[in-house]
């Protein structure tokens, strides 16, 4: 989401107070001034020193460390445009090689909640791909989808169906799935044809479960 100087920072909730310390909202300072503040003593007393990181700083650590990215465009209420227009701006901009050489293993995935958010990405850098996160898979998924150019759908695990996840994959989506920390379950996810999905619990559903799993 976008600092009150629209600069991008990682960030999960809108507001401080809960894994960020502070008072107030995130577009009440500037990146210089959010750079600053504790984000790991709510994990823990040894987490102290970790801060809220620029954009820039996970993108230059992902990459340095080969790692693709989901990055999941999370505006605060009012910023849905900018937020998107922003970073899939800069993000381009960081991943140009990669987009040049037409490597879909290594050209970073957008994806939201927000329609606006995803718009505004589409017409800043319509070469970067999208995706649709969704916590229900309703009714106009489809046409929501398919307006965006979404490549892929992400969507709360609880909530989807086995007749759900055929037709998402029937409509030519890659699908992803939130947040999944029971293996039995991953195994079922799996044999529906989901692709991938994010868990709390790395120890129960390591890097190559997939693999394992199948």
Excluded at 46 to 52: I, K, L, R, S
Excluded at 174 to 191: I, K, W
Aim: proline share 7%.
């Amino acid at each position: 989401m976008l600092a009150r100087d629209s600069v991008p920072v990682v960030m999960h909730d809108p507001h401080l107070g809960r894994t960020v310390s502070g008072i107030g909202n995130v577009f009440d300072y500037d990146a210089a001034e959010l750079v600053t503040m504790d984000a790991g003593s709510w994990f823990g007393r040894e987490h102290a020193d970790v801060t809220v990181p620029l954009l820039t700083e996970y993108v230059d650590f992902c990459k340095g460390h080969g790692l693709w990215m989901n990055i999941e465009l999370k505006p605060a209420p009012g910023f849905e445009e900018p937020t998107g227009r922003i970073v899939a701006r800069l993000v381009r901009a960081m991943f140009c090689p990669e987009i040049g050489a037409d490597d879909p293993r290594w050209i970073p995935l957008l994806s939201s909640f927000s329609v606006v958010a995803l718009q505004a990405a589409r017409a800043a850098a319509p070469d970067l791909p999208r995706a649709l996160l969704l916590d229900r898979i309703d009714g106009d998924w489809d046409a929501t989808a398919r307006r965006l150019q979404a490549v892929a759908i992400h969507t709360n695990h609880r909530h989807l169906t086995p007749a759900q996840a055929a037709a998402i994959k029937a409509g030519g989506y890659a699908l992803f799935c939130y947040t999944v920390n029971d293996p039995l379950r991953a195994r079922e996810l799996l044999d529906w044809g989901v692709e991938g999905f994010c868990t709390d619990r790395i120890d129960l559903i390591p890097a190559d479960f997939a693999a394992k799993a199948r």
